[in-house]
Structures are given as C-alpha cells and as structure tokens.
C-alpha cells in the first residue's frame, strides 16, 4: 500500500481497477481520500483496514476507476452558446438536421435567432453543406445559423436577408459567399470572414465577436451562464479540468466571479489569445498584451491558472487552409492561402513569449505550419533554455525531422482523436490513401519521444472524451474509416494522453492527473473494467461517477 500520512479517510473507493496512471502504470484496488486530496491506494483489504466508524465505503463493484479527465484544448464558453442552440454532432442526414431544428424552434417566438453546431460535410448521407433552402424547410420564421467545426457556416434565408447578403454582396476579404453556379445567388453556406456578415446583425450573445468584430462581447453575465451550461455536462464525461485556449480578458473574468461564487465544477487552464487566434486581431493592442498581463505562465492556484498563450499559423484540412508542402487529392498545385500570422514575425513572437516567461500553445495542420511554429519554438529554447511547455495543437502532419526537434528540446503535442472520428469518413474525397495512412501519427509522435494530451475541441468536435480516445486507439471515424493503422496506440497510451498529460501540458502534474498518494481527488468511476474490453467497446463507455476535489459532482 502507498500512504502519503496516517489519517482517517472520508471516503474509501474499493473492489476497484484503479488506473493509477502513476509512472508504472500500477493498477491497485482502492483509494482513500482525505478532504480534498487522496491519502491511500492499495489493495482493498489494505485501504479499507484504515476506516472508521465515519469512512463512507464504496463498492466499485470491479469496475474501473481513472484520474479526472484533462481536455487539454475546449471551447468552453462558445460550447455552452452552442447547448443553448442546438448540437448536431452525430445527425447523419439533412433530413434528421431539419427535424432537430423544428423541434427546437417549437419553444421559441417567430424571429428568434437559432444557432447550432459544429458539422462537417461527410457526417451527412448527402455528403454536403445543409443550405439556405435545406434550413427554410425546417425554420420558415426564424434566423438559423449552424456553424461548420471550422472556417464556415450555413444560415438560412431569413439570416441572408438581416445581413443584407444578395447575389450582389460581394464577398469580403478573406471571406467567401458560395453561390448556385447557375443563377448567381447566395446558397447560405458562408466561409471564412463572410460569415462576420452575419454575426454583425445577430443579436445577444450570438452576435458578439469578444475579438472586436460585430456587436462586442458578450456580457459577462451572459458567459457565466455559458460556461456554467457545458461544465453540466462535462461532469457527465468525468472531465475535471480543461484547457481553455483563445481568452479574452471577459473570459477570464467570467471564470474568476464563478470561483468567488462557489459554481465553478471544473479546474481551469487559460491560454490568453496571441497572434493569430482570430484573423480580426489588432498587431497593436497584441504587441502590448504580455505587459498588461503583469504575469507569466504558471500564475494562479488549483482551480484557475493562466498557462500559456494561444496563437495560430494556419487553418483546417477540410476547409482547405492547412498550410502544407502537397497538394489536395486531384489538385495540381497547392492553393494560395491567407495565413494567420506574418510567419516572417513568427521567430519574433515565439521568442518573445518564451523569454518573458509565457510558454505558447500554437495551432497548426499542415507540415509547413508545424515545420514553422516547431523552428521558432526550437530555436527560443536553444538561446534560452528555461524549463517550458510550449506545444503545438492538432499537428497532423509533421516530418520526421521535426518530430525529432520536438523530442530533443521537450516540445509536446496536444491532439485530438476526436477529429478522427468526426472526420475520418470524408477524408478519401481530399486526401491520397499515402496521407490518409501519415494523417496524426499519434505513434510516431510517441516513438520520437513527444508527450502528447488528447483532447475534443468541443464545438470543433463533440466532447465526449471516449470517442477522442477510441478513435486514437482504433484510427477509426464514426462510420468506420480507418486513417493509418499503422498509428495506432494502446488504451493504456492513450488514457495517459487524456489525464496526466493534459496536466503535464501546463505544468501541473506535481498535484493532479494520477492516482497517487498526496494528489487532489480528481477520479471517475467508469461502468466496466477497461482491462477486460475490445477496442471497439470503448466508444460505448458511460461514467458512474465524477470526483472533484474529493466530493462527488456527479452520479449516474
């Protein structure tokens, strides 16, 4: 038995496979838990002989128990917009889309605004955008926008005409209003900065842009609402801390009155938007931002803390903006692209971050991006090596020279297996059968040494962490494509990735993200045993329980 002090335990979890995620990946039986933090894990017999008349005892009935699950890269507050609309992960059909928007409109008044999210196109039958004509059928009265999981969006008529978009609107810079080929109109399916059009008439919080766009933020009352909305059903996933990227001072602000108001049921990791977060960002107010911060990464206590800054250098594979070094499937040539950043400033960036103590967590796809943001990151650690966790996000395509940059200067990767699942299925219309098999070598990333934190990207794709980690295991999307079979990790790797990792990510793996003695009780109790199911059964897995800080926030 490991025993951090001889104290009488509140709470006694026994008859457990207790994932303990600890360096050795022990499994032991029980937990005792102290307060806030866990004092024992052993075997039951063990732990339980340190009872007393007031220890509540739970039978776990040899079902697994895992730490907390750390979503290292969540939308929190822009989920909780989308719970208020409508979530249309997992619909198949338009036809399904347009009954779920009828329902929900049954409780709204004639023009209310709808707003709902994220799809992509392969999710449907159809294998295309809904468009203005599939949403009017289901909302002849209402503004409707549902949000692609990224760089677009379809709105119906109704939200055309608010904004004032005709066959005649041009589109704007780096924006795109599709149009039918044949008559010239609008279709509704919006790209790039032509979806501002809309946000700009839409009212409430839908319409707020917190990057200056539109109407303003969101009130501060109106993102406590939001964010309180996705952490009720984050708790449901067994997620006890996430990793917020992209926040403004707003944002932030929301988390700290939730703390001072007892209502905040996740811990919180904020990356403050840099560089290339939004393609809106003003380079001088950004130029200032670290010195009105008068922190570094690090600051804060268990529950919030500030961790890195989110920048960004290119966009999605399925949108067409990765910036890569090959062209798409039946393309020629690569396309020209409106990057996020002056990659010729990107040294600059990047070293000034790190040398004033902020480590950066930097979106980039394709392998030109990665190769970029990995140089910058290598070269501002080789003239200042100063213990970071600087990471790159999504990294679907790195080479073999930058994998081993990364693991040589200790540059980790936070990756989302939900993106396979959720995309996995469109993948052969863009991508050659060789890029299909490299699309996110989660195993070579690991063999190079690369500590990498599995993640959701909730709205970018659904937060349901066991299809993030059935994807990473199995390489399959929801209808059963396989993208490189080759890359496929074990579940024990991948449970590391989707809890201890995420922690190790922004530095706080001394207090949570495993099993040990001395650590805060952050666990889940899962409905079965995970070391006695097949792969294909983990997509199926359901919580019992969620602990947060030693009190349960959660039962099934």
């Known amino acids: 038995m490991l025993l951090k002090q001889k104290e009488i335990p509140d709470i006694i979890l026994y008859n457990a496979v207790v994932h303990s995620i600890n360096e050795n990946d022990d499994i032991f039986q029980a937990v005792a838990v102290c307060g806030n933090r866990i004092i024992a894990v052993g075997s039951s017999e063990d732990v339980c002989a340190l009872a007393d008349s007031h220890t509540k005892r739970i039978d776990c009935r040899g079902k697994s128990l895992i730490p907390g699950i750390h979503d290292g890269h969540n939308h929190i507050w822009e989920a909780g917009l989308m719970y208020d609309g409508i979530v249309v992960f997992g619909i198949t059909t338009v036809a399904d889309l347009q009954r779920k928007i009828a329902d929900r409109l049954s409780g709204m008044k004639k023009g209310q605004w709808l707003q709902g999210g994220s799809y992509i196109e392969s999710q449907f039958e159809e294998n295309r955008a809904p468009n203005r004509y599939d949403l009017d059928a289901a909302s002849p009265e209402n503004p409707v926008v549902i949000e692609r999981i990224f760089g677009a969006s379809s709105v119906n008529s109704l939200a055309l005409a608010a904004a004032g978009i005709t066959k005649d609107t041009p589109d704007p810079e780096k924006g795109k209003i599709e149009r039918d080929p044949k008559t010239g109109e609008p279709t509704g399916v919006l790209h790039g900065n032509a979806v501002l059009l809309v946000r700009a008439v839409m009212p409430g919080p839908f319409g707020s842009d917190e990057f200056g766009a539109g109407r303003g933020e969101p009130s501060t009352g109106i993102l406590e609402k939001s964010i309180s909305l996705a952490l009720e059903r984050y708790k449901t996933y067994g997620i006890t801390s996430v990793s917020e990227p992209g926040v403004s001072a707003a944002v932030c602000k929301a988390y700290h009155n939730l703390k001072k108001q007892g209502k905040l049921s996740c811990r919180i990791d904020l990356m403050p938007n840099w560089y290339g977060f939004t393609l809106m960002q003003d380079e001088a107010a950004l130029s200032t931002l670290i010195d009105h911060y008068h922190f570094s990464s690090g600051y804060g206590d268990e529950w919030i803390r500030y961790t890195s800054l989110k920048m ?166 929801m209808r059963g494509h396989c993208l490189g079979e080759k890359e496929k990790i074990t579940l024990t790797q991948a449970l590391r990735m989707l809890t201890l990792n995420g922690a190790i990510q922004n530095g706080e793996e001394h207090y949570k993200g495993s099993i040990e003695p001395g650590k805060v009780a952050d666990m889940v109790l899962l409905d079965r045993n995970l070391l006695t199911i097949d792969d294909e059964s983990i997509k199926e897995i359901k919580v019992e329980k969620t602990m947060l800080d030693g009190t349960f926030i959660y039962e099934r």
């Open 312 to 477: 960004a250098v290119d966009g999605g594979l399925t949108s067409g903006t990765a910036l890569k070094s090959w062209p798409y499937k039946g393309e020629s040539g690569l396309r020209k692209l409106n990057l996020r950043l002056d990659l010729d400033k990107l040294d600059g960036y990047i070293k000034t971050a790190h040398n004033s103590g902020w480590d950066v967590g930097i979106h980039v796809m394709g392998d030109v991006a990665i190769e970029k943001a990995v140089d910058a990151m290598y070269k501002a650690i080789k003239a200042n090596p100063r213990p970071h966790r600087h990471h790159i996000i999504h990294a679907y395509y790195p080479t073999a020279e930058t994998l081993s940059k990364m693991g040589e200067v200790g540059i980790m990767a936070s990756v989302q297996g939900s993106f396979i699942y959720g995309e996995a299925d469109g993948y052969d219309a863009i991508l050659t059968p060789e890029k299909q098999e490299e699309f996110l070598p989660l195993k070579s990333y690991l063999n190079a040494g690369v500590i990498c934190s599995l993640s959701t990207d909730m709205p970018c794709a659904d937060v349901n962490p066991f299809w993030s980690m059935y994807s990473a295991v199995t390489r399959k999307g």
